[in-house]
């Protein structure tokens, strides 16, 4: 695999961007560097054609009339698309320097990663994946990347990486609750895209209750759902009052199933023990009454017992309270 990255990096070396050039498409100039993208494809088909249990395909950059000014190939999950869609990207340097590596969104239809931000005013990264259009702009849509300069030796790191984007992908896309390649720092390094939305991410502990686990999230990558919660809790726990800013973390009532659940009703702003034990479902609310409800299983302790059939803080607006079904539905299926 190593070697046709390389490949590729001296085609751009060799016939580095230059603006307003183009090499079309049938220009046999491109003739070795299509065929190197076709065995880099092959290769990454024998690794990662289905990943974690998740049918995947692998698409090369082909062009329409012009050959792209950054090749690049992708890895994509199921119903997603280059052009509209949540994969893993390797997109090459347009002067051979390396690639760039990681979790990836479209750039034409953004999907609110926690992308970083590589490319902003003077800041131009030394692995530069800008194309020539504005849809072609690529540094800006990562949210883990990970740059791999030529020359490349061995496969091993960029297989590891490959794989933790891809987790990452799955993941943001609700095709897996946890995954051995993700970590805690994996979520929380990220800065928000210029559309503020981002997808919640999960939190993985390495231990034998990782079933457990996979239901406790990192609450804190959250960036705009929390910002939401925030202020409509006035910075303070609901249930605790607690106003440490740096604890208080967005709950959801209704379990994370993408988008559509980052809404406020179903959204409550708890410290981070609290949220624990509402996701462990130690601790519930009333959906009629908004009491508290504490677990037979925690209620001997002193503290919490002493939250047992308080009223949460309600936020000033009733469209805000929180959603009465999803209450209803976590008292039912998730409160012990």
Same mark, same amino acid.
């Given at each position: 695999?190593?070697?046709?990255?390389?490949?590729?990096?001296?085609?751009?070396?060799?016939?580095?961007?230059?603006?307003?050039?183009?090499?079309?498409? /049938? =220009? #046999?100039?491109?003739?070795?560097? !299509?065929? &190197?993208?076709?065995?880099?494809?092959?290769?990454?088909?024998? *690794?990662? %054609?289905?990943?974690?249990?998740?049918?995947?395909?692998?698409?090369?950059?082909?062009?329409?009339?012009?050959?792209?000014?950054?090749?690049?190939?992708?890895?994509?999950?199921?119903?997603?698309?280059?052009?509209?869609?949540?994969?893993?990207?390797?997109?090459?340097?347009?002067?051979?320097?390396?690639?760039?590596?990681?979790?990836?969104?479209?750039?034409?239809?953004?999907?609110?990663?926690?992308?970083?931000?590589?490319?902003?005013?003077?800041?131009?990264?030394?692995?530069?994946?800008?194309?020539?259009?504005?849809?072609?702009?690529?540094?800006?849509?990562? /949210? =883990? #990347?990970?740059?791999?300069?030529? !020359?490349? &030796?061995?496969?091993?790191?960029?297989?590891?990486?490959?794989? *933790?984007? %891809?987790?990452?992908?799955?993941?943001?896309?609700?095709?897996?609750?946890?995954?051995?390649?993700?970590?805690?720092?994996?979520?929380?390094?990220?800065?928000?895209?210029?559309?503020?939305?981002?997808?919640?991410?999960?939190?993985?502990?390495?231990?034998?209750?990782?079933?457990?686990?996979?239901?406790?999230?990192?609450?804190?990558?959250?960036?705009?759902?929390?910002?939401?919660?925030?202020?409509?809790?006035?910075?303070?726990?609901?249930?605790?009052?607690?106003?440490?800013?740096?604890?208080?973390?967005?709950?959801?009532?209704?379990?994370?199933?993408?988008?559509?659940?980052?809404?406020?009703?179903?959204?409550?702003?708890?410290?981070?023990?609290?949220?624990?034990?509402?996701?462990?479902?130690?601790?519930?609310?009333?959906?009629?009454?908004?009491?508290?409800?504490?677990?037979?299983?925690?209620?001997?302790?002193?503290?919490?017992?002493?939250?047992?059939?308080?009223?949460?803080?309600?936020?000033?607006?009733?469209?805000?309270?929180?959603?009465?079904?999803?209450?209803?539905?976590?008292?039912?299926?998730?409160?012990?």
């Amino acid at each position: 695999m190593t070697n046709y990255f390389n490949q590729i990096c001296e085609f751009r070396q060799n016939n580095p961007v230059v603006r307003g050039e183009t090499i079309r498409t /049938d =220009n #046999p100039l491109l003739n070795d560097v !299509k065929k &190197t993208l076709n065995n880099f494809k092959i290769e990454l088909e024998k *690794k990662y %054609l289905k990943f974690e249990g998740i049918d995947l395909k692998i698409e090369i950059s082909r062009g329409a009339a012009n050959f792209p000014n950054v090749a690049h190939v992708c890895i994509l999950p199921p119903n997603q698309q280059v052009s509209n869609g949540i994969y893993v990207a390797i997109c090459f340097d347009k002067s051979g320097k390396g690639a760039v590596i990681g979790c990836t969104e479209s750039k034409t239809n953004p999907k609110g990663l926690n992308i970083t931000i590589r490319k902003q005013g003077k800041l131009i990264p030394h692995i530069d994946v800008d194309g020539g259009s504005s849809n072609t702009k690529y540094n800006n849509v990562f /949210d =883990n #990347p990970k740059d791999f300069y030529y !020359k490349l &030796t061995n496969d091993v790191e960029l297989e590891n990486h490959i794989s *933790k984007s %891809l987790s990452l992908c799955l993941y943001n896309l609700g095709l897996i609750k946890n995954s051995n390649y993700l970590q805690t720092s994996d979520y929380l390094n990220s800065t928000i895209n210029e559309h503020e939305i981002e997808y919640f991410n999960i939190e993985e502990i390495k231990d034998e209750r990782k079933k457990v686990a996979a239901e406790i999230y990192v609450r804190r990558g959250q960036k705009a759902f929390r910002k939401k919660l925030l202020d409509t809790y006035k910075r303070k726990c609901a249930i605790t009052e607690c106003g440490i800013e740096e604890m208080l973390e967005a709950a959801h009532i209704y379990g994370f199933k993408g988008a559509k659940t980052d809404k406020i009703p179903n959204g409550i702003l708890l410290r981070s023990d609290i949220h624990t034990l509402f996701d462990l479902g130690l601790v519930t609310i009333n959906p009629e009454s908004y009491l508290i409800q504490v677990s037979n299983k925690i209620i001997t302790d002193e503290y919490y017992s002493k939250l047992n059939n308080k009223k949460i803080n309600l936020p000033k607006r009733t469209e805000d309270y929180p959603n009465q079904d999803s209450l209803k539905y976590h008292l039912e299926n998730v409160f012990n």
